[in-house]
């Protein structure tokens, strides 16, 4: 990826969700529960405020929950991106 987030934005790629129910029922992506699982792929440098640098939670590689209306989507190279402020991140994975 050759995009740099800027300030407290994070570009996530989205997680292949299960599309299927524990009895195989095949689920439509309208259907599925919200939010979203993601892979941070690319973080900005945090916010200035008030004098005082903030520094970022989340990291590349960690897998988040986000709501995928509140993120901005990009193609690039072929795949889908969301970009969005950490603020909006629900919570990190812990696998």
């Given at each position: 990826m050759?995009?740099?987030p800027l300030f407290d934005?994070?570009?996530l790629e989205l997680t292949k969700p299960e599309n299927k129910t524990e009895?195989?029922?095949v689920l439509p992506d309208n259907a599925?529960?919200?939010?979203?699982?993601?892979?941070?792929v690319a973080v900005g440098d945090g916010t200035n405020f008030d004098g005082h640098q903030t520094k970022m939670k989340v990291k590349v590689?960690?897998?988040?929950?986000f709501?995928?209306?509140?993120?901005d989507e990009f193609k690039m190279e072929g795949k889908t991106y969301y970009i969005l402020r950490e603020?909006?991140?629900?919570g990190v994975v812990d696998d």
């Open positions: 050759k995009i740099k934005r994070v570009v009895t195989g029922f599925q529960n919200k939010p979203e699982k993601a892979k941070v590689g960690d897998v988040v929950l709501n995928r209306y509140n993120a603020i909006d991140i629900l």
